[in-house]
């Protein structure tokens, strides 16, 4: 199933419910790279920036069922490969959704890549990006589903993912940050989820040499760059069987479908929706004060100044990260009470790519 070309997906749109009300936009961060020192070296002219997320694992799901078996446990409509132009394979499109269970909750959150068939004799396959520490659990779940389908799920270890950012918002607006292809399996897509997110590459190999004026970016970097923006990832943004979908902002993250067929807890999804109120979100919050040497703990109460509860503090990097908050709550000061008996004051923002309202 190797694809042997540039692959590239569509732009993410700005699809969701309306939103009713606006505070001031993310601060727009540029991406830093290259030294031991987080923050001290900027771009020095590189494009893009590319990171290795060794974190990231990939599942293939293969055979004649293989897409109505999806569509039965993911929120989302399958990303279907582009048409093909004569002899060039055809560009593989990525996608985003999640796994739920039956209540509703969320349990892995995945990008999915709908790979070319190169010839008529394939039959359909997808590729599943996951959080690397779920990659079993992930596997079993889709075993439990797969009674009398013919489908095989097989992890891909050969595969690394690599997440490309642009370093101006020029790149953003439409660049590709590939050079020519050579002789190798190379996966090229749009991040679904938000423009600000850039581009997803799958490739077989390990130093990478195909981003086009690029430059290795530091982990560190692209964890800020996703917290600041609002974008989780992972089990300790989503934390299994405890996050809810909407309240994590998959609408906006153009991760559902409301009108594909029936899934595994589309229930509760569906119902929410369809009511409107979704009283608490993931917002990107920034941290000042003294911040403790282990930093926050997840799931500490975030209170307002009369002391009231906001909401949760989920994960972060340094000073920024992600918390669920009563969107009633985040216009006034916000603080988080540490072990240590201090206070760490927080900020809570709403990304500038979020839909806004219309009524």
């Avoid at 293989?66 to 989302?76: C, D, E, K, Q, Y």
């Avoid at 190169?118 to 889709?142: I, K, M, N, Y």
Wanted: with cysteine; net charge positive.
């Amino acid at each position: 199933m190797a694809a042997a070309a540039l692959l590239r997906g569509a732009v993410p749109g700005r699809s969701g419910p309306a939103w009713q009300w606006r505070l001031r936009a993310t601060p727009r961060c540029r991406l830093v790279h290259g030294s031991g020192r987080h923050g001290d070296d900027p771009t020095g002219g590189a494009a893009w920036a590319y990171f290795p997320l060794r974190e990231r694992a990939l599942l293939r799901v293969r055979g004649p069922d293989s897409a109505p078996f999806l569509l039965g446990l993911l929120t989302n409509e399958l990303p279907l490969p582009g048409p093909a132009n004569g002899a060039t394979p055809p560009p593989a499109r990525a996608g985003y959704a999640h796994f739920l269970n039956v209540q509703g909750r969320t349990l892995y959150d995945v990008l999915v890549y709908g790979l070319p068939e190169c010839d008529r004799s394939e039959v359909p396959a997808f590729l599943l990006e996951c959080d690397r520490a779920v990659l079993g659990a992930l596997q079993t779940h889709l075993g439990l589903y797969k009674i009398r389908r013919k489908v095989t799920v097989e992890p891909r270890p050969e595969l690394c993912v690599w997440s490309v950012l642009p370093c101006t918002p020029v790149e953003a607006c439409g660049a590709v940050p590939l050079r020519e292809p050579a002789e190798r399996t190379t996966i090229l897509a749009r991040d679904p989820r938000t423009g600000c997110m850039g581009w997803r590459l799958l490739t077989q190999d390990k130093g990478l040499a195909l981003v086009s004026g690029g430059q290795l970016g530091d982990l560190w970097d692209y964890h800020r760059h996703r917290y600041m923006h609002g974008v989780p990832e992972g089990v300790h943004d989503l934390p299994p069987g405890v996050a809810l979908p909407l309240e994590s902002n998959l609408a906006f993250m153009n991760g559902v479908s409301f009108s594909k067929g029936c899934y595994i807890g589309q229930e509760l999804t569906a119902r929410t929706h369809h009511m409107g109120v979704i009283r608490k979100r993931l917002f990107p919050v920034r941290l000042s004060g003294p911040l403790p040497a282990g930093g926050i703990t997840p799931g500490a109460l975030v209170l307002t100044e009369s002391g009231q509860a906001a909401g949760k503090y989920r994960a972060g990097q340094g000073d920024v990260g992600l918390a669920l908050l009563r969107s009633e709550k985040i216009k006034g000061p916000l603080h988080i009470r540490t072990s240590e008996g201090g206070q760490v004051a927080l900020t809570a923002s709403v990304p500038d790519w979020w839909p806004t309202a219309t009524k």
